[in-house]
């Protein structure tokens, strides 16, 4: 399956602690996408990774990317009690011109005040 | 910021009726994409859109789902005859350039619940 899974599947850290959350697949990828889930709601687009890039940053968020080990990292440091929320890392294809993304089971973050 | 938004938020159904879903994409935006998600699962690819017609759609995509761009604002699924099993959070998403390239930026879902 081309599909991302996220590892832990449950994540539970204090206010201030640094989360992270990994991510692997099986193919090879275009590009590997972060986004955070509130209890049933949307999807916020976090982060786009290309293949040809190793690390990105945005404000407190980094995301890593190995292509050789097919895994994905995304930091969230200092965290805050709003960032509690489910987080998924989704993939396309190489050659995808069509952008069908393969998303995670996602990782269940909980951050206590 | 400009979004993607979804009507209606919530939509409850008997089995065996059509139902609608409504999405306006980002305006600028070329490609789209309907996406679905059932309580407790992963989102799943239902269908993507460009140049008015459809690109790619998945295995769930069968011949009880449509999707349509009726002007140039709006793009909707359609669900002929609905199942139980069709009972999901339906997200729509739009994408600027090149879809394989650029980031994808969705709504706030439909929750479709079919009695």
């Known amino acids: 399956s081309q599909q991302g899974e996220e590892d832990p599947q449950a994540l539970s850290i204090q206010e201030g602690e640094n989360a992270t959350m990994n991510c692997s697949y099986k193919?090879?990828?275009?590009?590997l996408q972060w986004y955070r889930q509130n209890s049933g709601r949307g999807l916020v687009h976090l982060i786009l990774?290309?293949?040809?890039?190793r690390e990105k940053h945005s404000g407190r968020l980094r995301v890593t990317l190995d292509t050789s080990k097919k895994s994905s990292s995304l930091l969230i440091t200092a965290s805050r009690a709003a960032d509690t929320a489910s987080y998924f890392c989704a993939i396309i294809d190489r050659g995808s011109t069509l952008g069908r993304l393969y998303f995670g089971r996602g990782t269940q973050l909980t951050v206590w005040p | 910021e400009p979004e993607v938004t979804q009507t209606p938020s919530h939509q409850v159904t008997q089995m065996g009726q059509e139902v609608i879903l409504r999405c306006v994409p980002i305006s600028n935006h070329l490609y789209f994409y309907w996406y679905r998600q059932i309580l407790g699962q992963k989102v799943e690819f239902l269908v993507s859109f460009y140049n008015n017609e459809i690109s790619e759609k998945s295995e769930i995509f069968d011949d009880q789902f449509s999707v349509e761009r009726p002007d140039g604002s709006n793009f909707t699924l359609k669900i002929r005859s609905t199942k139980l099993e069709d009972s999901a959070m339906y997200f729509c998403?739009?994408?600027?350039?090149?879809?394989?390239?650029?980031?994808?930026?969705f709504g706030p879902g439909t929750r479709l619940t079919v009695l």
């Open positions: 998403a739009s994408s600027l350039g090149l879809a394989g390239y650029n980031e994808q930026f």
């Open positions: 193919t090879s990828i275009n590009n």
């Open positions: 990774i290309r293949s040809n890039e």
